[in-house]
């Protein structure tokens, strides 16, 4: 059974510094993992999928990366911004597609 | 394209009532998810469906919950005699079909049970 575990639970960092949050999986046979943000009381927002074949994935201030061997994943983010503070949740589907999900990381950006 | 959406955003129910959410996914996706989520958890899936066929339930699913998707688009979750633990974030999510396929979400159904 995949188990997904995210660390840490929380992080408090200022305005501008630059930040990896990190994802790990019990069982290495994925077929991608899914990065999503999620607001207070909000739906989740897809940020990145990144394929078992791709090491990385970017899109604008985020980096993810993947390391299926050692079964873990990075989600980089740049520059941070107040706005940038979120809930993050990394996910990994089965081949059937419904996905198992961290607890999530929560991110403080102080102004 | 309006993404996916969720009717109910809020519901409060007393104990022992039913309730009915209901998810429409992006019109041209063939999978339909739905998770659950409590309080400072990830979600946890319930159950999914390719076009109308109910493929899997999770064992959380108990005999008070069903869902249905009818004609393989809109599909509802309905949760008889609701009790307080059923309170939660109901999310539905929907795919193109492939498993390498990106996940979208709706913004959820918040239940509360009193």
């Known amino acids: 059974k995949q188990e997904v575990t995210q660390i840490p639970a929380a992080l408090s960092v200022p305005e501008g510094e630059n930040l990896v949050l990190n994802c790990s999986f019990t069982d290495s046979a994925i077929y991608n993992l899914q990065w999503f943000r999620q607001d207070p009381g909000k739906g989740l927002t897809s940020l990145l999928l990144i394929q078992s074949s791709q090491r990385e994935q970017t899109s604008g201030r985020l980096n993810a990366s993947l390391d299926k061997s050692s079964g873990r994943s990075t989600l980089y983010i740049a520059a941070s911004q107040p706005g940038d503070s979120a809930t993050y949740l990394c996910?990994?589907?089965?081949?059937?597609?419904?996905?198992?999900f961290g607890d999530g990381t929560t991110l403080t950006v102080k102004p | 394209d309006t993404g996916v959406s969720q009717d109910p955003r809020h519901k409060i129910t007393k104990r022992g009532q039913n309730v009915t959410f209901r998810c429409d996914p992006i019109?041209?996706?063939?999978?339909l998810y739905w998770y659950r989520q409590t309080l400072g958890q990830g979600p946890e899936f319930l159950t999914y469906f390719q076009n109308e066929a109910q493929l899997e339930k999770s064992r959380l699913l108990s005999d008070r919950f069903s869902a249905e998707r009818p004609k393989g688009s809109f599909s509802t979750l309905e949760i008889q005699r609701t009790e307080q633990g059923d309170s939660a974030m109901y999310l539905c999510a929907s795919s193109l079909g492939a498993v390498r396929e990106t996940q979208y979400f709706g913004p959820g159904t918040r239940l509360l049970v009193l």
């Open positions: 019109s041209e996706h063939n999978r």
């Open positions: 996910a990994v589907p089965t081949n059937a597609g419904k996905s198992t």
